[in-house]
């Protein structure tokens, strides 16, 4: 079973378990039940009098997209907590963005939201309701010491909170900070990111001060918790750019940045949990690297075993699925005529484990060979060509994959599919559908020539027994109205 991991704070967390920016976190992580923007501070704050939560209406009105309106509602009802008691997460990724970066309200009952006035004023019920209780704002530029005062008592309790009701959490502490450095990839140079975004609030110096409370703010959490792992990082490594998913801001980084966070993610939870140990890979602890220029496996001869990341894995020309993933090899050793086995297994905590073998010549090689292991399906994501599903398996498509198929015969509810062994340019795909009703059970099967990318038609095997009873009855109505003409 995958670790069950969570994230507080920012997109400087939130993004690490997101497919278009980390393709294979799904390899190594169960990401669920996130709370993105909001401070620890009104976290941990007294709840808001019964009197204002009943006023918050089912559907927020407002000139805001629904993820602000989610964020603000979350921000009044401090669900987070209700979360993390119930949903026994190993792993909770925090980050102090919010409380760093805009501070929070404080209402004449006690309570407190995160200061975004610039966002929260456009929606109707904060302007009717919320801003009549608005006391004052608090922001850590402004009072750095008043705010850490509060802002402290705010993290020792909510680490009580984690001890007390989900105490099997560990807390991963995202030690990351603001950039000020922007990459212009037409002028291949950097410039000042508050220039390039026009910030008319923040400078460079703002930037630094900002950090410096963040930091002060991290070294709290770590020196009075030393449970707390954290993820530490090379700040020079890591500037904003254009091609980031979101555009520049001074956390949003270049691709770098995520990839290496990932990477201590999984390293953290390797130890934690167990999974294996780098040190029985090879003496001294670390797999061998592939040279940047290799793009064929072919071409890695020397016996060892290596570690192929995904951006690398995707280059290779003889690579047995098209998966972004990262890859270990293992290329055993030789025969006096110049044979062995390479062997590629899939970087992933998930159960199903997905090796290929082949052997390689002088000569040349055979093809890969998938070897079976495990007892999970492997479920297919997004938007996908079924004819592209060639490799020997079973896999597992939801309802919401399968509407976006174009080949499937249904185009609606969950499908296993089934890939048979091949002979030299074809297989057989065959899909079941997932159900519990003797009724509705659905098969259908095609010939897939993988050469060529053409396949047959979805052949039914046999028929749902609805559909076999709806039939006999029209046959029989029929027959009927035919005696009584």
């Known amino acids: ?58 559907e927020l009105e407002g000139k805001v997209n629904p993820f602000v309106k989610k964020c603000f509602k979350e921000d009044l009802t401090k669900v987070f907590l209700r979360k993390i008691a119930t949903n026994e997460q190993d792993y909770l990724l925090l980050d102090f963005y919010m409380d760093t970066y805009y501070g929070v309200i404080e209402l004449q009952d006690g309570s407190y939201v995160s200061g975004k006035q610039w966002q929260y004023q456009k929606i109707d019920f904060y302007n009717k309701v919320v801003k009549q209780e608005v006391k004052a704002a608090i922001n850590p530029l402004t009072d750095r010491a008043g705010y850490l005062v509060l802002w402290k008592d705010s993290i020792d309790r909510f680490m009580a909170y984690i001890k007390q009701e989900s105490p099997e959490t560990t807390i991963i502490l995202n030690t990351k900070k603001f950039t000020n450095r922007y990459f212009n990839s037409d002028t291949k140079s950097f410039e000042d990111l508050s220039v390039v975004i026009k910030d008319k609030k923040r400078t460079a110096a703002t930037i630094e001060r900002m950090n410096d409370i963040w930091t002060e703010m991290d070294t709290y959490l770590l020196t009075r918790y030393p449970e707390v792992k954290a993820l530490r990082f090379d700040e020079e490594r890591y500037y904003s750019s254009a091609e980031n998913e979101w555009g520049p801001f001074y956390l949003h980084f270049n ?54 990341p995904m951006h690398q894995y995707e280059q290779m020309i003889d690579k047995p699925t098209r998966d972004a993933a990262g890859y270990f090899l293992k290329n055993h050793p030789q025969s006096a005529s110049g044979y062995f086995i390479q062997e590629l297994t899939r970087a992933s905590l998930k159960t199903n484990i997905e090796s290929y073998r082949r052997i390689v010549t002088r000569f040349g090689q055979s093809n890969w060979n998938k070897t079976d292991l495990g007892d999970e399906v492997i479920y297919l994501d997004g938007t996908i060509d079924l004819k592209a599903i060639n490799t020997t398996g079973e896999y597992y498509m939801s309802d919401k994959v399968t509407r976006t198929i174009e080949d499937h015969p249904t185009k609606n509810s969950g499908w296993f599919l089934t890939v048979s062994k091949r002979t030299g340019d074809s297989c057989m795909q065959e899909l079941t559908k997932k159900t519990q009703i003797d009724e509705n059970m659905q098969r259908y099967y095609r010939i897939l020539n993988f050469k060529e990318n053409t396949a047959t038609k979805w052949n039914a095997i046999g028929e749902p027994k609805a559909t076999r009873e709806h039939s006999k009855k029209s046959w029989r109505s029929r027959l009927t109205a035919k005696w009584k003409a």
Not at 18 to 28: A, E, G, L, N, T
Not at 263 to 286: D, S
Request: one cysteine or more; charged letters at 25%; aromatic letters at 14%.
């Open 1 to 58: 079973m995958l670790p069950k991991m969570t994230s507080f704070g920012a997109c400087v967390s939130r993004d690490l378990f997101k497919s278009s920016i980390v393709r294979d976190y799904k390899d190594f992580f169960a990401f669920s039940n996130d709370q993105y923007h909001m401070s620890v501070v009104s976290l941990m704050s007294q709840p808001l009098s019964e009197e204002l939560l009943g006023k918050i209406p089912a």
């Open 255 to 308: 691709q770098a940045f995520y990839d290496d966070a990932q990477q201590q993610l999984i390293k953290l939870v390797m130890e934690e949990r167990g999974y294996f140990k780098l040190e029985e890979v090879l003496p001294g602890g670390i797999c061998k690297k592939v040279g940047d220029d290799v793009q064929s496996f072919a071409d890695v001869r020397e016996w060892g075993d290596y570690y192929i």
